[in-house]
């Protein structure tokens, strides 16, 4: 009998020590990551969030949550995850009504994540993976099986940083007790200063963006035209109707929006077009949908310059402005007293041709653009 079991036995030593050495390579090399605060304040025993903002990167800078409890009186968190695609936020979403009494949820849509062709879920971006409970991971490969890039699995390999100055800030961050508790320090420093988002860390799940007032940098956007002219990938599609589905099942309220981008990348990117196709999307599927690009500058006055880039991630002033204007409308759309007319131009072509001079006469000051 001992002999028949022995092999077994052998076996399960083997992998016991096979995961001792995946988790240690993951703690020196793997830094502490925002993915692994964010979802460990989503799933916290002691608080209940019953709004939640998921998206990617514009969302993250662009709506503050504090905004929203204050005008909703609701619980929110902003839980949007640079990098994010509709794929990660299924799951995302997923793990978190496991652990919260969600009614709504706010869904920051970017286009970039939904026209063709997205990358198959093949773990080429497991930073969202590696940080879902065991349920929603095994979720996660059986959808995916076909993709698996078993490295992927097994360690947060392509978080890795090998290079000595690295090492040693790893090891500085997880032997302390702020990394063991989840405290933000763990992740960006005392100060709270967010790097890729350009400002402080205010809470929430939302970081304050700075600007410096002059042109905005990045020229990522010329690669981005003429995919307002695409289709959508089936895998956007797919995992949207999966969201969709989640949502009816547990009586969750979703809302999905556009968040304004830097208005000048409105017109040089076509999003009129990119507009028209999610609306009859949404509509399709009895979503509501609101496309905040086309609102009026009387309402929420912005210019280039008010953001850090020309793809659109907002500065805090303009996203706090935003973050108002937002719970604003949502109260008007629940109360049911909502007029398109008191918060949009009536077309893409008239905010084109208007918000210029639109934007003088609410702020007295002259439009910067690039």
């Known amino acids: 009998m001992k002999e028949k079991i022995r092999p077994y036995i052998r076996c399960l030593i083997f992998l016991a020590i096979l995961a001792f050495v995946f988790a240690g390579l993951d703690f020196v090399f793997s830094p502490s990551g925002y993915v692994r605060y964010i979802m460990h304040e989503l799933n916290r025993k002691d608080t209940n969030y019953d709004t939640v903002i998921v998206g990617a990167s514009h969302a993250r800078s662009a709506i503050n949550p504090y905004k929203l409890d204050e005008k909703l009186g609701v619980n929110s968190i902003n839980a949007a995850i640079p ?21 709504t949820i706010i869904y920051d849509v970017d286009y970039q994540y939904w026209v063709k062709d997205q990358p198959k879920a093949n773990f080429n971006r497991s930073f969202v993976y590696q940080q879902l409970g065991l349920k929603t991971k095994l979720e996660y490969l059986k959808n995916n099986y076909k993709y698996i890039d078993l490295r992927n699995i097994c360690t947060n390999r392509l978080a890795y940083k090998v290079k000595l100055k690295n090492i040693k800030r790893n090891l ?21 200063y967010v790097t890729e988002a350009d400002g402080p860390y205010v809470g929430k799940g939302y970081s304050y963006r700075l600007v410096s007032g002059d042109k905005p940098g990045g020229r990522i956007v010329d690669q981005w035209v003429g995919r307002q002219n695409s289709d ?26 556009i968040s304004p981008i830097t208005p000048s990348s409105v017109k040089y990117l076509g999003l009129e077009t990119t507009h028209k196709k999610f609306k009859d999307f949404f509509s399709a599927r009895g979503v509501e949908f609101y496309d905040f690009n086309d609102v009026k500058m009387s309402v929420l006055p912005r210019c280039d310059t008010d953001y850090g880039d020309l793809e659109g991630h907002m500065g805090g002033r303009v996203a706090d402005q935003y973050s ?40 007295g000051l002259e439009w910067k653009g690039y």
């Not at 204007?325 to 008239?350: E, I, N, P, T, V």
């Open 232 to 257: 959508f990938d089936e895998l956007p599609i797919e995992y949207f109707d999966k969201i969709k589905a989640l949502c009816d099942k547990n009586n969750i309220r979703l809302v999905c929006v």
């Open 172 to 192: 500085s961050v997880k032997t302390k007790s702020s990394y063991w508790n989840y405290d933000i320090e763990a992740t960006f420093g005392k100060n709270g």
């Open 83 to 103: 990098g994010a695609a509709v794929d990660d936020n299924y799951y995302q979403i997923e793990e978190i009504i496991k652990h919260n009494d969600v009614k």
């Open 324 to 363: 108002e204007l937002l719970a604003s409308f949502l109260k008007d759309c629940s109360d049911g007293s909502y007029d398109k007319s008191d918060y949009f131009y009536s077309s893409f072509q008239d905010m084109y041709d208007n918000y210029k001079k639109d934007y003088t006469e609410a702020t």
